[in-house]
């Protein structure tokens, strides 16, 4: 019995310790495959890879800028291109092909691609691979922006209305930077931040020129301006356009919206050459901002840019820049303005839509012009 007691422990424990082992030798299995993994799993990486295709490039390279670093990226000859940039922390970069720009959001450890077309950059800006969510975010946010503020509606609207409709931009805003909690908040918090200053220059501003709106009513008489220096010689002055609808441009040669309102008005000019509407261009170029000191300079690149853009209509040089009677009166304290008077001198509208803008052509149109 002794006997059968030994032999049977003998096997029990061989068969254990067996057991024992092969647990033991599977643990090990887990663990060194684990370890594997691990060590096969890549760092994260301290720098961003951006690259992508830009069609209707109108520029060989991009830019890439912020505050404090600044990338050149070329392209190929298909627009294509690819980079890597390491930067100190998360941050909206300008992303610039010649010169046109639109916003790109980039962090360490960020792959993202870019499709774009060049002609309508922030349009059409497209992005995928790690990180797109936040850039897309962000092109979302913008498009949204630029919706809901959009100058023409917001200029059309009464001083109540304007305040109303500030209040519910304010909301709708305010719901879209809180929808996605998985957004960096580096983005978010930028958006939170910039809202209050933001509706608040674009309340102060429309309300300034619907003020001007209800202070000229249509039909009201327009203030008037005598003996400005006319580009081809001689002087000219609003009495002398009398008969036919004035749509009148207030600009400078400093202001970067001025000019880029020209192709339109020049398009503008063209389309109705043969109709009853003259277009007249005021410059405010002053000797202190855009001459050193000397009126004479500041008239030469008043002058210069004239024949540079090929700018057509008349084109005239306010007798006191910003102090001329005809600019304080209508209460001009930012350029563009765009002013629309009526064959008999009286206001059509104090704060005519831009060149650009499709309500424009829609007022003309409403006059038969």
Avoid at 280 to 288: G, R, T, V
Avoid at 334 to 354: E, K, Q, S, T, Y
């Amino acid at each position: 019995m002794l006997i059968i007691n030994k032999i049977f422990f003998f096997v029990y424990a061989n068969y254990y310790f067996w057991q024992l082992k092969i647990i033991t030798m599977k643990n090990i299995f887990v663990f060194l495959c684990a370890l594997a993994i691990v060590s096969c799993k890549e760092e994260p990486k301290d720098y961003v890879t951006i690259s992508g295709k830009i069609s209707n490039k109108s520029s060989d390279s991009i830019l890439l800028r912020n505050r404090t670093l600044t990338k050149t990226i070329l392209l190929g000859e298909d627009g294509s291109f690819s980079d890597t940039l390491k930067i100190s922390q998360p941050e909206v970069f300008g992303f610039f092909n010649g010169n046109v720009a639109a916003p790109v959001f980039l962090k360490n450890g960020f792959d993202i691609e870019l499709k774009a077309d060049a002609e309508n950059l922030e349009e059409t800006m497209e992005f995928s691979g790690a990180g797109s969510e936040h850039n897309n975010y962000l092109i979302e946010q913008l498009k949204l922006e630029k919706e809901l503020l959009d100058q023409d509606k917001l200029s059309s609207l009464s001083s109540e209305g304007l305040k109303e409709e500030m209040k519910d931009i304010r909301n709708k805003l305010t719901t879209f930077y809180n929808r996605d909690k998985n957004i960096d908040s580096t983005l978010t918090n930028m958006a939170k931040n910039n809202l209050d200053p933001m509706l608040n220059m674009y309340q102060n501003y429309f309300a300034e020129s619907i003020a001007v709106r209800e202070q000229f009513p249509v039909g009201s008489p327009s203030p008037t301006f005598e003996n400005y220096e006319n580009y081809k010689g001689g002087t000219t002055s609003l009495a002398d356009l009398k008969g036919k609808y004035v749509y009148v441009d207030v600009w400078a040669t400093w202001c970067g919206p001025c000019i880029a309102e020209i192709p339109s008005l020049k398009k503008l000019e063209a389309d109705y050459q043969d109709k009853n509407i003259q277009f007249l261009s005021i410059s405010i170029d002053d000797a202190m901002r855009s001459g050193g000191g000397d009126l004479e300079v500041a008239k030469n690149k008043w002058r210069t840019m004239i024949e540079e853009k090929n700018l057509v209509g008349i084109q005239l040089f306010s007798d006191k820049n910003w102090e001329s009677d005809f600019v304080k009166n209508y209460k001009i304290n930012g350029i563009p303005r765009f002013i629309l008077i009526d064959p008999n001198g009286n206001v059509v509208d104090a704060n005519a839509p831009r060149p650009s803008s499709k309500k424009l052509v829609e007022l003309f149109d409403s006059l038969n012009i």
